[in-house]
Every structure is written in structure tokens, then in C-alpha cells.
């Protein structure tokens, strides 16, 4: 789990800290349909970049953005083809744009767009279509021969007869990833990344021939493959790479990466950018594995990326990586304070009230900074992290330590975009508090995720021999649990006042009062009625909130409940009562956690799970949902990019990268599947 998903987007306000480098006058909202919002996005500092910075800036970019059918066709074998047949009816649909039909299609259209592919980025669930099946077949008859994406000797038929089921009927291809372990995963997932027929335990046995378990330093097996079955029943890997599967979109983003290594920052730069093309021409993991350790330890550079295929939430087995990719460079005022979190990392492993035998002697390998994201792509965009954690591979973690970012720009998107919605206004008990939030949420809230990634997770040792699995379908909540714990637990501390990052000695209170409205109260919204609690980082709020709500009861200053759910004019508030004590109570279930995930004792942590975790209180859910129902908050949000613009002199040499915002969420996607589509043959020229 190294990822931070924006808990924030349920719309928590907070107006930025005075002398914060933001245009006043910056529009954040770009589009809205169904229940998402998008975005754009700043980048503050982009004009300290120097010349050569910038066109690296650009050319990663550019190697971003041809990945990105890569990311659509992991997510579903068909989502290519129906991408460009919704985008042809699109542009050609020649009836009456208006009408119910074509605003429903149009809508459609915008949520494939955002989940690339036709599935909900985050559910994982199927969109269903909101226009008839005769509108959608009387469309495509209407286009053009030389508009329908036909497969190879494929008629127009027998196109329409394969992909209308696949878009309207509800049971075929129902969910991306399906992670009900009672059901063969693999067969019931519809995403791309196992071919048709194989099974579960047929993967399952594949690997675990190829896995040797005495192996220290094993690569990511199936990081980058398609494991797929012949007609003899042969269970085999298909790889990623120049020559291989994905090739003609590889072969773009090696073009590109070699483009922007010529203005790396120096020369350990160069050589991971070397190892990563190397690593694109073979498909060879341990050359990846390489290349991360290069990357991992190069700490200097300013401009800096990620590209490839890393995070394995879209495999229900959790090996195949989605393709993604950042570009982003260093934010130099905010990572002074993630430099100095960092630097004073065995201070807070010290102090932290877990048991001693549970704790680092030397805690390794914290690296940290701030950054500013200049492109975001693949599994990374529309939807996208405000805080990363990389690589993922265990031992390199273990022995050459790991980034961790902030990404602070899409952080700030996501609180200015907020700011006004009437969030604060319907959930938050009184104006005392509302004020609180105003002045301290957003910087605390930064805080919070910084030491979430640069501390709790590197934070606490298992004891000799436990397994680290051995919590199973636990491991997540309770990892996410223990980082959110830590990262609350110091928010108090008076060391932060001492290292001059946080001046106002109660401005954790504003953390505090959020994290439990969202844990016991507000997150719900993105929960429907009558389900549970099911999302790893959902739970742990969760967990921590629930526990500490109960915990909490009668143990505050003068016999009252350190924290509260009260009632006013019918509405449900949470009223906190005690902060100092409920730093305590963050405390006690921080040193239990890390006990359960040190002694590995899967039945202590599967009990707070399941007791504290994942059920709802229907009363109070359907309370959330109607009163989030009058504020119009999209569940999810997400972001379309900047344009950038290389501005060329006299002799064709490129002298400035401009930076814009010129397009409209439809603009955008149009013209990436124009110019950014190397697996349906569609590339702009090479300049
Ligand atoms: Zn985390």
C-alpha cells in the first residue's frame, strides 16, 4: 500500500495559510457528471526551472502521456476498441445533441474516460449507460466505414454483437478487480491482465514454481506480464515490453525518456534512465529492480519521475503492475519541512509509545520531500495520489530505503477546489470549530500525510521469524492503521513547535476533529446503503475512529466522554471533548497495533478489524448520505494536466516550455487519444 488516496475529497475546507504561494484567481473547476469532479491543477515554481530542467519537464511528459493506452487495455481487453467507437459517435453524432439520449452518451463517455476504461477507477464496478441500446446501435450504423475501430476481419456485426452486451448487460464483465475470496478472482475479474480461461489456482501454481523461497532479493514476479493459457493448456507469461506486449507504446515512451535524459540533472540521473530504457527494451525485472535502487537512493535531483508499472491494486492477486507516471520536481519551501521530519526520524522512533522490543534501533532509509506534480498518467490520472511511496519491493526497501513524496500542488488543488462548498457549514458542530479548521486543517493536514509516509510507515520491526503476511487480508487496514496512528500521535507533539514546523503548539485539534467526522461520519458518502466498509485505507479510519470513540467514553476531563457523537436539531455532530486525552487514547492503539503487526497475530488484528472496521450504522449512514445529498460534493475527484508548449527559435532549437491551461475535460481526452494512442496507431509526429 504505498499510496495515499485523498481522504480530503469528500470536500473537507480549509483556506490556505497566509503567505501561501497560490493564484487567488485560479480556476480549479473544470467539468462535473455523475459523481465525479475534475480538476485542474497548478504548478507553483514551474518558472525557477531552469531551460534545461524544463525540456526534461517536457519530454517525461511526453513519455507519460503515450503510456496511456497501456493503462485501458490492463483495465479490460475491450477498452481500446470501445474508446475510439464512443469518441467516433462522439464527433460525428449527427442528431439532435440535446436530446436525452446524447446527454446520457455524453455522460457515459466522461466516466469511461476517468475510470479508463469501463470500469469505476475506484468501485471497480461496471458503468451502466444511461442511453438505450437502439441509440446506441442506430449511432454506430451511422458512422462512417472508415469510423468503426474494427478488430482484425472483424465486420461491423459482429463488432456491435460483441460489444453491446459488454457495455449494457449488467452480468457480463460486471467488476474490474473482484477481490470476494470465496470465488476464483481471476475468472471473475474483468480486467486484462490474465488471458481467457486461466484460473486462479493455475496462476497460483505457475508462480509459485518460478518463486524460489530462498531467494533474498526476488524480482517482482509478474510485475510486468499477462499470464496466458494455449490451446494445450500451457500456463505462460506474455511480458511488456519493446518487442513484446505493448510494444508499439514502449517503443514511444523509450523514445521520449531517451529525449529528456540528455537534460537529466546529472549523471546517477542518466544511469536510471539508462537501466529504465534498457529495462523497456528486455522486459528483464531484475534490470527494474535495478534501476529502483538507482532511483531510490538518487535523493538529489530536482526534477524527477516516475514511469512504469508499479502499483498492483488492479491485480486481484496483487502482482501485476498498473502503468503509470508522474513527472514532478521538488517544492523547495515545503520539503525543508519533510527534511527536517526525516532528519529527526530516530527521535520520533524513540519516543513512540510502543513497546520497545517492537521498535527500530535504526531506523533506515527515511527519505522524504515535497514535490509539485507536472504531469500525471497511466493508472495515475484522471484519479490520482496526493502522496507516494517507492518502489515497492520489499527487500530494496529493506536495504536501500524508499521515496517518499507529498505531492503538494494536487493536495492544495484539491483544498482550494473546496473551499465554499457548505462541507463545513452541514458537518462540523459549531463556528468555534469551523474557525479552527480554517486556520489549521490544511497545513496540519499536510503534516499528517508527511508523517504518515516518511515515518509510520518506516517505523516498528517484526519480531525474529514472524511472517510478514501473517495478517493476511488484515495486512493493509492494519499497515494504513499503524502510519495513520503514528502520523496523529506526533501531529501533538510539542517537538514539532521545537523543529519549527508547526508554530500553534493546538493546531493538531483541526487534524483531530477531521479525522474523526471522517472516520465515524462523513466517509460514508462514498459508501451505498446496506454495504460495508470494504477499502483498506476506509477501514482504518474507521477502526481508529470507532475505537477511540469507545474507548474514549467517560475518560475525558471531569467524567465526560473524550469524544462524542451528539445530536442538534435532529443532525448528528461529533463533539470532542478531551483532545490532550484523545492523544493518549492514539497512543494505546498505536503500541497495540504495532504489537499485533510485530508478534504477528493475525486473530488480535482480524478481532479490532471486524469488530471496529467494517460495520455501519444504517441509521447514521442513510443520515450521511441525505445530508451530503443536499451539498452536491463529488465523491471522487480528479485532474485533467497542464499544456505544455515548447517555443522554438529561429533555428528550430527549442528556447522556452510554455506552461497552459487552454482545455475543457472533453478537449483533453479527445486529443490524447489523437495525439497519445500508439496502440490504435495514432502518434503525433516526432519532433
Ligand atoms: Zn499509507
Redo the contacts with the bound molecule.
Sequence with gaps: ??K?LPALVLGTVAVMPAGAVVDKNFNYHVDRFADIEVLRYEVPEFDRLTLNQKKMLYYLGEAAQMGRDIIWDQNGIYNLQVRQLLENIYRNYKGDRDSKDFKAFEKYLKQVWFGNGLHHHYSTDKFTPGFSEAFFTAAVKALPADMLPLADDETAEAMLAKLTPVIFDPTVMPKRVNQDGSQDVVVTSANNLYGPGVTQAEVEEYYNKLKNPADPRPVSYGLNSRVVKDEKGNISEEHYHLTGLYGPAIAQIIYYLDKAKEYADNDAQKAYITKLIDYYITGDLRLFDEYSILWAEDTKSDVDFVNGFIESYGDPLGMTGAWESYVNFRNNKSSDRTHKISSNAQYFEDNSPVDKRFKKEKVKGVSAKVINAAMLAGDAFPATAIGI?LPNSNWIRAEHGSKSVTIENITEAYEMASHGNGFNEEFVIDAPTRKMLDDWLYITDMLHTDL??CL??ASGQLLPGVDGDALKENGSTL??AR?DLFALYYLADPKLQELGILENPDAYQAEYYKYMMNGLMTQLNRIELGKDVEEA?MRNRQLIAKWVLEKGKKKGKGGKDVVELVKKNGKTYVRINDYKKMRELFGNLLAEIQRVKSEGDYKGGNDLVQKYAVKIDPKLHKEVLTRFSTLDIPPYRGFINPVYTPVTGADGEITDITISWPESYAEQMLRLSDQYSPLTGKVKAHK
Design positions: 500500500m504505498n495515499i511511496n504518515h509516509e509510520g510507515h499497515e494504513e502510519a485505507h
